[in-house]
């Protein structure tokens, strides 16, 4: 921690901070940083409440990270994640995972998973249970979809990834997944994130709209914490002002992540750009600005999907663009 | 549903968006606006996802909104809430909740609710499940705080606010409060919406810091359509870049909320100011604009809280306080 | 500044930026802050640039506030502004600024004028050049309202404030005005700020939409550099994603703008709320938090308005708000 | 426009609706909106403004777009810039823009020329004339860098970029310079951009920090109005609560500038990055979502830079990414 003192501080507001510190138990280095008095603060839990009553005090900072387990210096050399055999993460080639928003029926559900497969795309995504916005919305297949994910990987032979929208769909979906989503409207949903940190699966978790970077690693370390060590993190979009977009897609949490985690990072382009048309160009910057992998939204006929087909591919598009998103990962200097 | 044309459409390109329509059994009505055709289109439940191929669409918009039962139109008069004998609504004279981010031992909750009793406060705030950031901070005292509910209610004689992390702690709850909080990080958790649905106490759901109050609105519909119609919306501060303070407190929807809405609206200018200076600026202001309550985080010893310590209020600073909102209720024109 | 160090620094890393530090003519003081080494550096003028090569340097801080002469400690009493005799500032009573957005004929403008004075307003605004998004809007009645100005002066006898968008608008407004407003898209245009520096009549500075509360301090001092001294800062809303409102008022910025700076704060409900309805509710908010004064957009037949007719009010509604703010005023403890 | 009427609106309401448009001489079509009532307007060029009084009005909606000379349908083919010989635009290879944020000497700036134009640069930038934050910031070497201007073009044979500030500095730069660029925080100093569009030369015209694409757009057309058609875009990033880096990079801005626009599009991952290590990476992303241009700052010697060192690339960083933006550009589909 560290405490800032106001602009005009005198030598015994310094002091009245340096009592309260060693009251505390605290050790409090002085020290003067420009204009302002500053105290270093180590040894002790505390935090700004304890001098909150100062009125000397401008204001009290964190200056170490919140995320802990997280934290790039944990693991300097990268997690990598085992999605039932698919690698994912540092120095391994770039991961693809395409499907649909919702799997809403058989036909559509290994349709698509087989057009997918033979294109070279080894995980799909595919939700069971959605958390919709409105209560009007459909919310998925639900339970008689988990036949349809065991199906999907014994015939068809993909990995899954899927939603866990609470800790009853999480104990459900387990048995039946390679991978469970937490998404980003439930990335601070802390039971959630402590259920997963239990769960034999690797995790992947979604920035909330609305979170900041520590806000994810710190939810983050929530489920790490729990003894799961397999988690990735995905950028989706933030809520701005800019209003062409569904979500403004934060592309600079990509190297930003980076330096600040050792856990892999995913970009799920299809939310950010909204609408189908910008998607391509979204996924290529998101290889070109260092993604472990991408996640598109792909649905066999888009017009008559039940959730998100504006922003969905055609399996045509897909096609198209995998072979680009590839090219270039290599060009940008890594392993596709 | 609205349909834009692209600029420079044609008469061909209206006939395709028509026959559409035509398809999808709607009944659909070109117009002109300006130098763009447009097609008003009702009578079917379909979105933008039936149109998305067509490249003469500029775009597909809701005309109506997205949330029903919250709607102001359903219950033109607004609604009153009644929180153990406690009127919170419109008409109501104003509501001022008050009490400690987090009840933390017998003396600290005893004292603090007799301290606010005696002020003249009718409803007490105060958390034993708390969702924190980080995985490390204090969590509540959780369990062992629910008999200090009872003897709050009991001995001191206020009425009891106090959030529900998940449905199994709302089950917990229910018995021992008299109105339930949904946090913020949990504005979209639809599963404990759903539950909250169900349940027989008043709820208060916090918008979420990066929600629009459209998400918010619909997000009540949940609750709503559970049958629970006691719902209560609280604005507590957006994200935005505006880093001057924890959060960005959207007062502007207090009267944005009033008109779209029917139920009541709550603000808790605590955590928008995110420091105790700051706080009763905004508590009146939040009068001002016409909040049905405010919520304010009052402690009996902020530097030793074991959260929020830097927003709560030192019990005289809200005495002082108290008579100041309801003196700006007065003078805006309504009951204090 | 402030330099943090890498988690996992060494005792070799913190001698390279002691080194450097050296070399700059820096004094340097190594302190510890929980797990992390920092740096304090006083005594030259350097920035994050030359620490920038250092790989164990995690980041460079500001400690030290980036504005000066506007700040708190610098006229501890706070600034009181003389507008034309009218005194705008800390200690004075509330004052209320009102006028339709832009002067559009003789007509219109001594006709509000003279209402508004019967009401008790004493400064009216109006604008003559407006700075306006789109080229194919009425941009203003420009040189030719010049000698409107004098009349509202000279025959209703109101204060005039009205904005200058160039050097040569100011220039040619200067003799004409009793304050003039740099607008909120002007905020950081720096040879305007300069030349308003050597105005010779108070200046109020608006907040640019996507600007900090540290931006618009360092734009007052700009001003005040100059050798004016008579600045006033004006909240009118920020940019961010709650799209409910054409733009979102920050009013926390009341209290902080108070704690930073010594400069009398404005607030501007109109463009914050953007629908006349919603006008009074902000208004009586900003009086609640604290502003010196309030800006009204106020025209005598809103629906023929040249500009912002939607968002301004009725003369009778006008006529009916302002006792409320008055009232507003004094029971948030203030003369009114 | 379009009038789209509040929930539970009656038939009189719509008749109000009509008659005054008929009163404004538009053209109306009532039309039915799922349960809305909508009207078309179309014929003359009002407001929301007219109908603001009408309180059966929900809300009043442009639908074709502010902007117009810049709009895609004028120059489907897409516009194709000349800076001094070297063609920027659709269909062209990839344009690299490199130097320093400031020309701060003769050696450092023509030492960094000779530089960039051996590694394969055509366009160098360098600024003149800064706007700064602070005033107590280095504002640039101003005239004195005019003929290093003429020196770079005519020693070195580079085209040069550099930022106009007002007017006055327009008229000096223009007979120096082969593009001039208007910064961010000009973006809607509409004197200046009036005057671009009577200069001789391209414009680089960046996006506000707190600007929608749509302003961006409106403002070009301020400068296409003057009959100046050589005008780019150019993103830069914009003011979120994304607080890891300077500004947040609006990518997703690209792909939806070529959808709206036939301008050129420029992004600089400098200012957006915030800090060198992440440059890189954002510039790669920049290429890949099909950026016409790139502007990338880099200074012989970023630790003694008087401005942006800490963003800025070594020479020889910058030497090791040109390839690879290259490479991008061609795997992502075009000429580089």
Redesign the interface.
């Known amino acids: 921690?560290?405490i800032?003192l106001?602009?005009?501080s005198t030598p015994a507001d310094l002091e009245a901070v340096l009592a309260r510190a060693r009251k505390l138990g605290l050790?409090a280095?002085p020290?003067?940083?420009?204009?302002?008095r500053?105290v270093?603060?180590?040894g002790g839990s505390t935090?700004?409440?304890?001098?909150?009553?100062l009125s000397c005090v401008a204001r009290?900072q964190?200056?170490?990270?919140?995320?802990?387990l997280s934290?790039?210096?944990k693991q300097p050399r990268g997690t990598v994640l085992d999605i039932g055999g698919v690698r994912l993460g540092s120095g391994q080639p770039l991961c693809v995972i395409a499907g649909p928003c919702s799997l809403e029926s058989p036909e559509q559900a290994l349709g698509i998973a087989r057009t997918l497969k033979q294109a070279g795309v080894r995980i799909l995504r595919g939700g069971l249970f959605k958390?919709?916005?409105?209560?009007?919305s459909f919310q998925g297949i639900q339970e008689e979809g988990l036949k349809l994910l065991d199906e999907i990987r014994a015939t068809v032979g993909l990995k899954v990834v899927t939603e866990a929208?609470?800790?009853?769909t999480l104990d459900l979906l387990e048995p039946h997944a390679d991978m469970l989503q937490i998404g980003a409207?439930?990335m601070?949903?802390?039971?959630?994130l402590r259920r997963a940190g239990k769960c034999r699966l690797p995790v992947l978790l979604k920035r909330?709209?609305?979170?900041?970077?520590d806000?994810l690693l710190?939810?983050a370390?929530?489920i790490l914490?729990g003894g799961n060590t397999q988690v990735a993190l995905c950028e989706r979009g933030?809520?701005?002002?800019?209003?062409?977009?569904r979500y403004?897609?934060?592309?600079?949490?990509?190297?930003?992540l980076h330096?600040?985690s050792h856990l892999p990072v995913v970009v799920d382009p299809s939310h950010?750009?909204g609408?189908?048309?910008?998607v391509p160009?979204?996924a290529?910057?998101?290889?070109?600005?260092?993604a472990d992998a991408v996640m598109v939204e792909v649905h066999p006929e888009?017009?008559?999907?039940r959730s998100?087909?504006?922003q969905s591919l055609y399996p045509a598009q897909f096609a198209e663009l995998l072979p680009?998103l590839q090219?270039?990962a290599?060009?940008?200097?890594r392993e596709a």
């Open positions: 921690m560290l800032v106001q602009p005009g050790t280095q020290a003067q940083a420009g204009d302002r500053i270093a603060l180590s935090d700004a409440t304890a001098f909150s009553d009290v964190r200056v170490d990270d919140a995320f802990r934290a790039r210096d958390p919709r916005t409105s209560p009007y929208v609470d800790e009853r409207r439930n601070q949903n802390f039971s959630l909330g709209a609305g979170a900041t970077l806000e710190t939810a370390d929530y914490a933030i809520r701005t002002f800019s209003s062409h977009s403004t897609l934060d592309l600079a949490a990509v190297p930003a330096e600040l950010g750009a609408v189908r048309s910008r160009a979204m290529l910057a998101a290889v070109a600005a260092g888009p017009t008559v999907a998100d087909g504006q680009r090219a270039v290599r060009a940008a200097g």
